[in-house]
């Protein structure tokens, strides 16, 4: 069965939209163009970009503190997931990596409908947990054999350092090296966990094929990183968040110093990034119940860091699209990130142009979510288009209090 809607705007390779034109879908792939049928829907209005991806999810964590998360009971624990998974597909998320937490026999309890297509990372191999297993090695075996296509190494330390830890490698580059070695022989990629400092040469060296958060990423970091066709995923709002935290008294006030310097940094490494041609693709680092379902927010606080809305419209999408691809089984059966002939089905129509400030994480921006050519959230019909959607001047998501809802809205 194809369905087609006409007068639609699509999301193009630079990150600005077509014409309005014809869209169809059948058998879980997208088709441009063609003769407009009688039972053609009307998408005069509507926006259609590729499906969003989170590189950088924790869908198994509903709390900040890992204490209260082993608190929760395994059939709680496995529900709040489920939920988040839901939420975070009608957020207009299609495909996920999870960075920690979640395993293989959790997410199969989820059908596949009612989640992301997610690639998993399993367990976060720190030096605790490296030493615990007998090495570096033989964790990124045992995160392997339990389903990872990701090796995720901490290799920085990270919000909760005491005061004046300073940005020493926690690996050596070997160490590195083999994880990556090992991730490579099953087709599994490594995704480095690093602030800044000598970590991120040995991530760039060693040939792993992304870097987490990344702060303190230097100019010339950004401009190798870039030559070995790398990913930047720098998870900016999450930070913020954590201020909050601190400023609400939820996480100690030793915490600031060390995390407002980073916060500071953040948005100079995006910028270096995007100048040395480093791919940037967008990443929450969510784990509380309160943030998943907020993902889109991310794409705001890629703005504000300095993006155009374009570059960060492909960075929500294509880039993330094309890391993941990477390690994806069948890389022919993966979605791409775009909105072409042939290309899976992932897509988030809107009612608004989400190049307008603020309008893509507007909670009432989606019209309709489809995964694989199925429409898994939301509904589409003959209905009038939408009227153009106001927007404001600028995003205000660092302003506004958190509440402890699945749309944060800015």
Not at 30 to 37: A, I, N, T, W
Not at 181 to 187: K, L, P
Not at 312 to 328: C, D, E, F, N, Q
């Given at each position: ?7 639609l705007?699509v ?6 939209f ?11 792939r ?8 009688p ?18 999810l924790?869908?198994?964590w ?6 209260d998360?082993l ?11 489920a939920?988040?998974?839901?939420c ?14 979640l395993d ?11 989640r992301?297509?997610?690639?998993l ?12 297993a ?22 920085t ?7 004046g ?6 690996f ?8 990556v ?7 599994a990629g490594?995704?480095v ?25 230097t ?5 190798r ?18 201020q909050r935290?601190?400023a ?10 060390r ?7 953040h948005?100079?490494a ?8 480093l ?8 784990g509380?119940t309160a ?13 504000v ?5 374009q570059e ?17 089984p069948d890389?022919?059966?993966?979605p791409d990130?775009r909105?072409?002939?042939g ?12 190049r307008?400030?603020?309008?893509l994480?507007?909670p009432g ?5 489809i ?30 209090p ?9």
């Open positions: 069965m194809t369905t087609a809607l006409q007068a705007r999301l193009r390779e630079d990150g600005d077509s014409a309005p034109t014809r869209v169809s879908w059948a058998d879980g997208f088709g441009l163009g063609g003769e407009s049928q039972e053609d829907l009307d998408g005069a209005g509507f926006w259609l970009i590729p499906g969003l991806v989170d590189t950088h924790h869908a198994a509903h709390a900040f503190d890992a204490a998360r608190a929760m009971s395994a059939d709680d624990a496995q529900r709040a997931t939920e988040t998974l839901a975070t597909l009608a957020a207009g998320v299609t495909s996920v990596r999870d960075a920690g937490g293989a026999a959790t997410l199969a309890l989820v059908p596949e409908a009612a992301p297509l997610a690639q990372s399993v367990s976060l191999i720190d030096r605790a947990a490296a030493d615990d007998g090495g570096v090695a033989a964790a990124a075996d045992a995160a392997l054999a339990s389903g990872a296509r990701w090796v995720k190494l901490v290799a330390a990270g919000v909760a350092a005491p005061a830890t300073d940005l020493e490698p926690v050596s580059r070997a160490e590195i090296e083999d994880a070695d090992r991730a490579a022989r099953v087709g490594v995704m966990h690093a602030w800044g400092g000598r970590a991120i040469d040995d991530a760039i060296e060693a040939g792993a094929m992304s870097i987490e958060h990344g702060m303190y990423l100019e010339e970091q950004a401009a990183a870039a030559e070995r066709e790398m990913t930047l995923v720098p998870t900016l709002r999450i930070y913020h968040l954590v935290m601190i609400e008294g939820a996480l100690p006030a030793s915490f600031a110093p995390v407002d310097e980073a916060v500071a940094q948005s100079t995006v910028r270096r990034a995007r100048d040395a041609g791919a940037i693709a967008l990443g929450t680092d969510y509380t943030q998943h379902g907020t993902n889109r927010r991310e794409f705001d606080a890629l703005v860091a300095g993006l155009t809305p960060a419209l492909i960075a929500s999408t294509r880039s993330g699209a094309a890391l993941l691809t990477r390690v994806a890389p022919s059966a993966a990130g909105i072409a002939d290309s899976v089905a992932d897509g988030v129509i809107l009612g608004a142009d989400p307008a400030s603020g309008a994480s507007d921006a989606i019209v309709a979510v995964k694989g050519g199925t429409i898994v959230h939301g509904a589409l019909d003959n209905r009038p288009a939408p009227a153009p959607r106001a927007s404001t001047s600028q995003p205000v998501f660092l302003t506004t958190l509440t402890n809802t699945r749309e944060d809205h800015p």
